[in-house]
Protein backbone atom coordinates (compact mmCIF):
# COMPACT_ATOMS: atom_id res chain seq x y z
CA UNK A 1 0.00 0.00 0.00
CA UNK A 2 1.98 3.54 -0.84
CA UNK A 3 2.34 5.84 1.74
CA UNK A 4 0.30 8.57 2.01
CA UNK A 5 1.59 12.16 0.94
CA UNK A 6 0.29 13.97 4.03
CA UNK A 7 2.52 12.16 6.62
CA UNK A 8 5.24 14.05 4.57
CA UNK A 9 3.58 17.67 4.19
CA UNK A 10 5.30 20.62 6.47
CA UNK A 11 3.16 21.12 9.54
CA UNK A 12 0.76 24.34 8.83
CA UNK A 13 -0.79 24.18 12.29
CA UNK A 14 1.50 26.55 13.98
CA UNK A 15 0.80 28.89 11.04
CA UNK A 16 -2.63 28.45 10.95
CA UNK A 17 -3.29 29.24 14.48
CA UNK A 18 -0.62 32.73 14.17
CA UNK A 19 -2.84 33.72 11.22
CA UNK A 20 -6.29 33.42 12.97
CA UNK A 21 -4.71 35.29 16.00
CA UNK A 22 -3.10 38.02 13.91
CA UNK A 23 -5.86 38.47 11.28
CA UNK A 24 -8.87 38.92 13.12
CA UNK A 25 -7.20 42.60 13.70
CA UNK A 26 -5.25 43.26 10.81
CA UNK A 27 -8.73 42.63 8.32
CA UNK A 28 -10.35 45.66 10.60
CA UNK A 29 -7.12 47.50 9.43
CA UNK A 30 -7.24 47.03 6.06
CA UNK A 31 -10.35 47.24 5.74
CA UNK A 32 -10.77 50.48 7.53
CA UNK A 33 -7.70 51.52 4.89
CA UNK A 34 -9.83 50.58 1.83
CA UNK A 35 -12.89 52.67 2.83
CA UNK A 36 -10.71 55.39 3.78
CA UNK A 37 -9.16 55.36 0.41
CA UNK A 38 -12.66 55.36 -1.17
CA UNK A 39 -14.21 57.94 0.43
CA UNK A 40 -11.89 60.48 0.58
CA UNK A 41 -9.33 59.65 -2.36
CA UNK A 42 -11.13 58.04 -5.39
CA UNK A 43 -12.05 54.30 -6.52
CA UNK A 44 -8.62 53.95 -8.81
CA UNK A 45 -6.66 54.50 -5.49
CA UNK A 46 -9.41 52.19 -3.24
CA UNK A 47 -8.22 49.43 -5.37
CA UNK A 48 -5.14 49.21 -4.72
CA UNK A 49 -6.49 48.51 -1.04
CA UNK A 50 -8.35 45.88 -1.92
CA UNK A 51 -5.44 42.89 -2.22
CA UNK A 52 -5.20 42.90 1.80
CA UNK A 53 -8.14 42.41 2.53
CA UNK A 54 -9.33 39.44 -0.10
CA UNK A 55 -5.44 38.18 0.90
CA UNK A 56 -6.30 38.16 4.95
CA UNK A 57 -9.81 36.50 3.93
CA UNK A 58 -8.08 33.85 1.43
CA UNK A 59 -5.66 32.80 4.08
CA UNK A 60 -8.44 33.04 7.17
CA UNK A 61 -10.33 30.79 5.50
CA UNK A 62 -6.92 28.46 4.27
CA UNK A 63 -6.03 28.63 8.29
CA UNK A 64 -9.49 27.45 9.57
CA UNK A 65 -9.29 24.30 7.34
CA UNK A 66 -5.76 23.62 8.36
CA UNK A 67 -6.99 23.70 12.31
CA UNK A 68 -10.18 21.98 11.32
CA UNK A 69 -8.39 18.57 9.66
CA UNK A 70 -6.25 19.09 12.57
CA UNK A 71 -9.38 18.56 14.74
CA UNK A 72 -8.06 21.71 16.37
CA UNK A 73 -11.36 23.97 16.35
CA UNK A 74 -14.49 23.86 18.14
CA UNK A 75 -17.12 23.15 15.51
CA UNK A 76 -19.60 25.49 15.95
CA UNK A 77 -17.79 28.61 16.43
CA UNK A 78 -16.06 27.39 13.20
CA UNK A 79 -19.86 27.12 11.21
CA UNK A 80 -20.25 31.11 12.83
CA UNK A 81 -16.88 32.17 11.61
CA UNK A 82 -17.33 30.78 8.36
CA UNK A 83 -20.79 32.71 8.26
CA UNK A 84 -19.53 35.96 9.12
CA UNK A 85 -16.53 35.49 7.02
CA UNK A 86 -18.36 34.82 4.41
CA UNK A 87 -20.91 38.08 5.36
CA UNK A 88 -18.57 40.31 5.56
CA UNK A 89 -16.59 39.51 2.08
CA UNK A 90 -20.55 40.21 0.42
CA UNK A 91 -20.87 43.85 2.28
CA UNK A 92 -16.87 44.67 1.32
CA UNK A 93 -17.67 43.59 -2.09
CA UNK A 94 -20.52 45.48 -2.72
CA UNK A 95 -19.27 48.20 -0.85
CA UNK A 96 -16.79 48.51 -4.27
CA UNK A 97 -18.80 47.73 -6.90
CA UNK A 98 -21.22 50.57 -5.22
CA UNK A 99 -18.39 52.79 -4.56
CA UNK A 100 -21.19 54.89 -2.20
CA UNK A 101 -19.70 55.87 0.78
CA UNK A 102 -20.05 59.72 1.31
CA UNK A 103 -22.77 58.92 4.22
CA UNK A 104 -20.68 56.79 6.08
CA UNK A 105 -19.11 57.39 9.31
CA UNK A 106 -17.94 53.63 10.05
CA UNK A 107 -17.02 51.39 7.29
CA UNK A 108 -19.77 48.66 6.53
CA UNK A 109 -19.17 45.64 7.86
CA UNK A 110 -18.15 46.96 11.22
CA UNK A 111 -20.43 44.57 12.77
CA UNK A 112 -19.54 41.78 11.10
CA UNK A 113 -16.01 42.54 11.86
CA UNK A 114 -16.56 42.56 15.62
CA UNK A 115 -18.15 39.10 15.29
CA UNK A 116 -15.28 37.54 13.24
CA UNK A 117 -12.40 39.00 15.67
CA UNK A 118 -14.89 37.52 18.68
CA UNK A 119 -14.93 34.36 17.09
CA UNK A 120 -11.57 34.04 16.27
CA UNK A 121 -10.52 34.71 19.83
CA UNK A 122 -12.38 31.22 20.78
CA UNK A 123 -12.16 28.94 17.85
CA UNK A 124 -9.29 26.87 19.06
CA UNK A 125 -9.36 23.69 20.99
CA UNK A 126 -5.83 22.74 20.77
CA UNK A 127 -2.62 22.06 22.58
CA UNK A 128 -0.38 24.67 24.57
CA UNK A 129 1.64 25.49 21.75
CA UNK A 130 -0.79 26.05 18.62
CA UNK A 131 -2.78 28.36 21.63
CA UNK A 132 1.08 30.35 22.43
CA UNK A 133 1.13 31.03 18.34
CA UNK A 134 -2.38 31.91 18.08
CA UNK A 135 -1.85 34.01 21.35
CA UNK A 136 1.55 35.69 19.45
CA UNK A 137 -0.55 36.47 16.48
CA UNK A 138 -3.08 38.44 18.08
CA UNK A 139 -0.47 40.54 19.72
CA UNK A 140 1.29 41.34 16.93
CA UNK A 141 -1.71 42.20 14.40
CA UNK A 142 -3.23 44.13 17.38
CA UNK A 143 -0.31 46.27 17.58
CA UNK A 144 -0.40 47.02 13.64
CA UNK A 145 -4.06 48.10 14.12
CA UNK A 146 -3.40 50.04 17.49
CA UNK A 147 -0.21 51.89 15.74
CA UNK A 148 -1.74 52.78 12.24
CA UNK A 149 -4.85 53.83 14.00
CA UNK A 150 -2.86 56.23 16.13
CA UNK A 151 -4.50 54.63 19.20
CA UNK A 152 -1.36 52.82 20.69
CA UNK A 153 0.26 54.18 23.91
CA UNK A 154 -2.77 56.13 25.10
CA UNK A 155 -2.62 54.15 28.09
CA UNK A 156 0.54 55.31 28.95
CA UNK A 157 3.93 53.67 30.54
CA UNK A 158 2.94 49.98 31.26
CA UNK A 159 5.56 48.51 34.36
CA UNK A 160 4.52 45.40 33.97
CA UNK A 161 5.14 44.85 30.11
CA UNK A 162 8.46 43.26 30.71
CA UNK A 163 6.43 40.32 32.72
CA UNK A 164 3.62 40.54 30.09
CA UNK A 165 5.66 39.93 27.27
CA UNK A 166 7.81 36.98 29.20
CA UNK A 167 4.26 35.40 29.92
CA UNK A 168 2.94 36.05 25.98
CA UNK A 169 6.30 34.12 24.72
CA UNK A 170 6.00 31.26 26.85
CA UNK A 171 5.99 28.16 24.96
CA UNK A 172 7.69 29.67 21.93
CA UNK A 173 10.76 29.40 20.39
CA UNK A 174 13.01 32.03 22.24
CA UNK A 175 16.31 32.11 20.43
CA UNK A 176 14.78 32.16 17.14
CA UNK A 177 15.88 35.70 15.61
CA UNK A 178 12.27 37.03 14.62
CA UNK A 179 10.44 36.12 18.14
CA UNK A 180 13.53 38.07 19.22
CA UNK A 181 12.94 41.16 16.65
CA UNK A 182 9.12 41.02 17.78
CA UNK A 183 9.36 40.51 21.49
CA UNK A 184 12.26 43.82 21.06
CA UNK A 185 9.72 45.65 19.37
CA UNK A 186 6.72 44.64 21.90
CA UNK A 187 8.67 46.39 24.68
CA UNK A 188 9.35 49.33 22.78
CA UNK A 189 7.00 52.32 24.06
CA UNK A 190 6.48 54.87 21.21
CA UNK A 191 6.52 58.49 21.98
CA UNK A 192 5.61 60.53 18.84
CA UNK A 193 4.00 59.91 15.69
CA UNK A 194 7.50 59.13 13.80
CA UNK A 195 7.88 56.36 16.47
CA UNK A 196 5.01 54.76 16.28
CA UNK A 197 4.99 54.47 11.99
CA UNK A 198 8.41 52.86 12.34
CA UNK A 199 7.25 50.62 14.98
CA UNK A 200 4.39 49.68 12.83
CA UNK A 201 7.08 48.95 9.99
CA UNK A 202 8.97 46.84 12.67
CA UNK A 203 5.82 44.50 12.90
CA UNK A 204 4.74 44.52 9.33
CA UNK A 205 8.53 43.32 8.76
CA UNK A 206 8.45 40.91 11.79
CA UNK A 207 5.01 39.58 10.66
CA UNK A 208 6.15 39.02 6.93
CA UNK A 209 8.99 36.95 8.14
CA UNK A 210 7.60 34.90 10.70
CA UNK A 211 4.38 33.93 8.88
CA UNK A 212 6.61 33.24 5.48
CA UNK A 213 8.71 30.80 7.97
CA UNK A 214 5.92 29.41 9.71
CA UNK A 215 4.53 28.44 5.95
CA UNK A 216 7.62 26.88 5.26
CA UNK A 217 7.96 29.47 2.29
CA UNK A 218 10.80 32.09 1.65
CA UNK A 219 10.53 35.81 3.33
CA UNK A 220 9.69 38.06 0.84
CA UNK A 221 12.76 40.72 0.87
CA UNK A 222 13.22 44.26 1.19
CA UNK A 223 12.58 46.13 -1.75
CA UNK A 224 13.21 49.60 -0.88
CA UNK A 225 16.33 50.70 2.19
CA UNK A 226 16.78 53.60 3.78
CA UNK A 227 19.18 55.69 5.51
CA UNK A 228 21.17 59.17 5.88
CA UNK A 229 24.25 57.55 3.22
CA UNK A 230 22.32 55.68 0.93
CA UNK A 231 19.11 53.94 -1.06
CA UNK A 232 18.89 50.53 -2.01
CA UNK A 233 16.07 49.54 -3.92
CA UNK A 234 15.51 45.65 -5.35
CA UNK A 235 19.14 45.05 -4.82
CA UNK A 236 20.45 48.17 -5.79
CA UNK A 237 22.38 50.45 -3.54
CA UNK A 238 23.02 54.10 -4.72
CA UNK A 239 24.45 56.52 -2.62
CA UNK A 240 22.32 59.59 -1.12
CA UNK A 241 24.84 62.23 -1.99
CA UNK A 242 24.51 61.35 -6.03
CA UNK A 243 20.68 62.13 -5.45
CA UNK A 244 19.40 65.87 -5.87
CA UNK A 245 18.28 66.94 -1.90
CA UNK A 246 14.86 67.69 -3.02
CA UNK A 247 14.49 64.14 -4.77
CA UNK A 248 15.79 62.31 -1.51
CA UNK A 249 13.27 64.34 0.60
CA UNK A 250 10.33 63.73 -1.48
CA UNK A 251 11.17 59.78 -2.05
CA UNK A 252 11.97 60.03 2.26
CA UNK A 253 8.60 61.83 3.12
CA UNK A 254 6.31 58.59 0.98
CA UNK A 255 8.92 55.83 2.02
CA UNK A 256 7.48 56.89 6.03
CA UNK A 257 4.13 56.72 4.74
CA UNK A 258 4.47 53.77 1.98
CA UNK A 259 1.35 52.45 0.40
CA UNK A 260 -0.55 55.30 1.71
CA UNK A 261 -1.37 58.40 -0.03
CA UNK A 262 0.23 61.73 1.12
CA UNK A 263 -0.80 65.15 0.35
CA UNK A 264 1.68 67.50 -1.48
CA UNK A 265 1.59 69.97 1.34
CA UNK A 266 2.88 67.20 3.36
CA UNK A 267 5.41 66.51 1.22
CA UNK A 268 6.88 69.74 0.51
CA UNK A 269 6.50 70.61 4.52
CA UNK A 270 8.21 67.72 5.77
CA UNK A 271 10.64 67.95 3.31
CA UNK A 272 11.54 70.92 3.47
CA UNK A 273 11.64 71.20 -0.46
CA UNK A 274 11.64 74.82 -2.25
CA UNK A 275 8.96 74.59 -4.65
CA UNK A 276 4.89 74.97 -4.82
CA UNK A 277 2.05 72.15 -4.70
CA UNK A 278 2.15 72.68 -9.10
CA UNK A 279 5.67 71.98 -9.65
CA UNK A 280 6.52 69.75 -7.08
CA UNK A 281 5.38 66.94 -10.09
CA UNK A 282 8.46 68.08 -11.98
CA UNK A 283 10.41 66.67 -8.48
CA UNK A 284 8.19 63.12 -8.25
CA UNK A 285 8.57 63.30 -12.38
CA UNK A 286 12.37 63.19 -12.25
CA UNK A 287 12.21 61.01 -8.95
CA UNK A 288 9.95 58.09 -11.05
CA UNK A 289 12.47 58.30 -14.05
CA UNK A 290 15.56 57.44 -11.10
CA UNK A 291 13.67 54.70 -9.63
CA UNK A 292 12.73 53.17 -12.84
CA UNK A 293 16.37 53.68 -14.13
CA UNK A 294 17.89 51.75 -10.89
CA UNK A 295 14.96 48.73 -10.91
CA UNK A 296 15.82 48.42 -15.02
CA UNK A 297 19.37 48.21 -14.04
CA UNK A 298 18.05 45.30 -10.87
CA UNK A 299 16.12 43.52 -13.65
CA UNK A 300 19.17 43.04 -15.95
CA UNK A 301 21.57 41.80 -13.76
CA UNK A 302 18.62 39.21 -12.27
CA UNK A 303 17.13 38.70 -16.15
CA UNK A 304 13.92 38.94 -14.30
CA UNK A 305 10.35 40.89 -15.77
CA UNK A 306 9.84 44.62 -14.30
CA UNK A 307 8.32 44.61 -10.97
CA UNK A 308 4.56 45.95 -10.34
CA UNK A 309 4.45 49.66 -10.06
CA UNK A 310 7.37 50.04 -12.86
CA UNK A 311 5.26 51.70 -15.38
CA UNK A 312 4.50 54.48 -12.90
CA UNK A 313 7.65 54.76 -11.34
CA UNK A 314 6.44 52.98 -8.16
CA UNK A 315 4.44 56.21 -7.26
CA UNK A 316 0.98 56.92 -8.03
CA UNK A 317 -0.51 60.10 -8.70
CA UNK A 318 -4.38 60.68 -7.47
CA UNK A 319 -6.15 62.66 -10.65
CA UNK A 320 -6.63 65.71 -10.81
CA UNK A 321 -9.93 67.03 -8.97
CA UNK A 322 -11.85 69.91 -10.23
CA UNK A 323 -13.92 72.43 -7.38
CA UNK A 324 -14.95 75.02 -9.67
CA UNK A 325 -14.31 77.13 -12.42
CA UNK A 326 -11.16 77.76 -12.55
CA UNK A 327 -10.30 75.54 -9.35
CA UNK A 328 -8.40 72.50 -8.98
CA UNK A 329 -7.00 70.20 -6.34
CA UNK A 330 -4.05 68.31 -6.90
CA UNK A 331 -4.01 65.26 -5.41
CA UNK A 332 -1.65 63.61 -3.25
CA UNK A 333 0.99 61.04 -3.54
CA UNK A 334 1.50 57.25 -2.49
CA UNK A 335 4.56 55.18 -2.92
CA UNK A 336 3.34 51.97 -4.12
CA UNK A 337 5.28 49.58 -2.06
CA UNK A 338 4.26 47.03 0.62
CA UNK A 339 4.48 48.66 3.91
CA UNK A 340 6.33 45.74 5.41
CA UNK A 341 8.95 45.46 2.36
CA UNK A 342 10.19 49.52 2.91
CA UNK A 343 12.40 50.19 5.94
CA UNK A 344 13.40 53.83 6.47
CA UNK A 345 16.56 53.79 9.46
CA UNK A 346 17.86 56.20 11.43
CA UNK A 347 16.74 60.09 11.39
CA UNK A 348 16.07 62.31 8.25
CA UNK A 349 18.97 63.87 6.28
CA UNK A 350 19.76 67.33 8.10
CA UNK A 351 17.81 69.23 5.41
CA UNK A 352 14.77 67.92 6.13
CA UNK A 353 12.35 68.81 9.18
CA UNK A 354 13.48 67.37 12.29
CA UNK A 355 10.79 64.86 13.95
Not at 52 to 79: C, D, F, S, W, Y
Not at 118 to 133: K, V
Not at 137 to 147: P, S
Request: net charge neutral; hydrophobic share 35%; with cysteine.
Amino acid sequence: MPESNFEHEPDMMPWAAYVIGHHRSTLHLWHEMAWYDLKYNSPDLASQSWEPVTTAIQELNEAMRILAVGGHVKPAVLVELHRALDEFEIIYRDMFESSEVDGETTPPGYRELCIIGDLSWHLLEAPDELRAWHRLGNEVGLKQFLLKSGADGEAGHDPDRAQKIQELLRGLPGRDPIIKAIKASLAKEPMTVREALDLFLDFCHSDNQLRAKLAHRLAPDQVLVLDRDRLKLFGETRALATIPQSEVACLWVLAEQAGRPVSRQDIIREGRISTDENNLKSIVSRLRNYLKKIVSASCRRKGCAKPKGFADGFIRGEREKRYGVGHYGRGPYTLDLEPGRVRVQGPRPNWMKSQ
